[in-house]
């Protein structure tokens, strides 16, 4: 079978019956081993994913915490969507977007229109901006992104641009590097071959190999990071978080560098979505038991959730591995100027503002960080593994998490917003170890109080 060295079914399968077989004391030690901070194996991580025991998945979750706690410390990274298209050519079976629903209400924004998106995105208080559209040759090619990345840049104070489209060829890609994006974000959807052809049915979404190979195009034209996911709820997650593992240490392995972000969509309602009910549903639990195996197994890689989930399984989440939200979130194109059910990817569940979004992270002792330094300073790809797996990073995502926070406080927060944050920050400004970061920290918020923006280490 074609690229079975990147997933290798039987492998998985295989792993997965010998995961069974662990005892309670193997599972404890692999808990145990995970505190290192230096990741799991494939063996491993297949005991922990078919663990259903209490108390194990206590001790799992709790060790998730710890791990997020030692590597990302409290910081929680926000962004929102922005949808350019819902028109697509392929025909994606849960999807509201495919090709034969024809109620949708079909819109590709021009690029004025995108940019007013960007600016009212920008009016929340957001600072990065995931562009996500459908896949249509003749409405959403390569120069149309391109141009939206641009543009957006020229016209708002968005300072990142990620990106999650179709896959594209290394010619395309070198285009989209060169029109400043940060991440570029694709998902397989499930790496199980036969449940994949029957969910993408028709269409350039058909060619599994195509899209599989897409984040290889990507590093090969030059693009750092990239970031992997499966839908959760079309095949046994068990097996696909396996074959995403699978994936990941291919990359690392070959590249050198493996995924920036793994995001974990679970399946939601769409509208005229050919699926009358989710395949495999996958329950609450384990949604928590998930996002802890993959904190465990490849500790340096950003956990993404989005606003497909509801408010309290989010609350809970932001502790458990959690590294980067999506909020005030639409997932239609112009949605953010004007609202319209009938042009929606799918429903979302968490309707709570980027404001409100902000107090919730505060009560929770999380500090929500807009930081884009990173990418602008270069830090990425593979440099910034290296300054991750050193714990670097910290001395510089600390302070700029408080000063972006700062920022936003200023210009776009509510009263009570305002009053939570200042609190968490005070806070965290004593937990700077270095003293003359802690000084110069103390002196750019001061600055930022007068107007300054976009102060960063
Ligand atoms: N059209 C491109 C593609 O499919 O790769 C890029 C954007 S697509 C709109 C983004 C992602 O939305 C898909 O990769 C899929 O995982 C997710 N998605 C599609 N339908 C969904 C649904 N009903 N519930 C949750 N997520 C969904
Ligand atoms: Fe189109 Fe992407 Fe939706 Fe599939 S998931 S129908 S490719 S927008």
Known sequence: MENENIINEQKIFSLLDQGKQATREEIFEIIEKAKDCYGLTLEEAAVLIQTEDKEILETLFETAKMIKEEIYG???VVFAPLYTSNECTNNCLYCGFRAENRTLHRKTLNIQEIVQEAQAIEQQGHKRILLVCGEDNKKTHIQHITEAVQA???????????????PMSVEEFKLLKASGIGTFQ?????????TYAKMHPTGAKSDYDYRLTAVERALEAGVDDFGIGVLLGLYDYR????????????????????????????????????????????????????????RLTVPYTGIILSTREPAAIRDELLSLGVS????????????????????????????????????VV??????????????????????FMELAKDAHIHEFCQPNAILTFKENLVHYASEDTKTKGQRLIAEEIEKINDEKVK???????????????????
């Open 74 to 76: 409290n910081r929680i």
């Open 152 to 166: 957006i840049y020229r016209g708002s104070d968005i300072r990142r641009i990620n990106v999650n489209a179709a």
């Open 186 to 194: 694709i998902f397989q959807e499930t790496y199980h071959r036969e």
């Open 239 to 294: 097996f696909d978080v396996m074959a995403a593992l699978m994936h990941s240490q291919y990359m690392d392995e070959k590249y050198g560098v493996g995924p920036h972000t793994i995001s974990v969509p679970r399946l939601r309602p769409a509208l005229e979505s050919a699926l009358k009910e989710v395949p495999y549903p996958v329950s609450d639990q384990d949604f928590k038991k998930i996002v802890a195996v993959y």
């Open 324 to 359: 980067q939200i999506s909020a005030g979130s639409k997932t239609n194109p112009g949605g953010y100027e004007k609202d319209d059910r009938e042009a929606t990817q799918f429903e979302t569940s968490d309707e709570r503002s980027l404001d409100e979004m902000l107090q």
């Open 362 to 383: 505060c009560e929770q002792g999380h500090l929500p960080s807009f930081c884009t330094a990173c990418y602008r300073a270069n830090r990425t790809g593979a440099a």
């Open 439 to 457: 000084a110069e920290t103390v002196e750019r918020l001061k600055r930022i109080e007068k107007g300054e923006k976009d102060l960063y280490f």
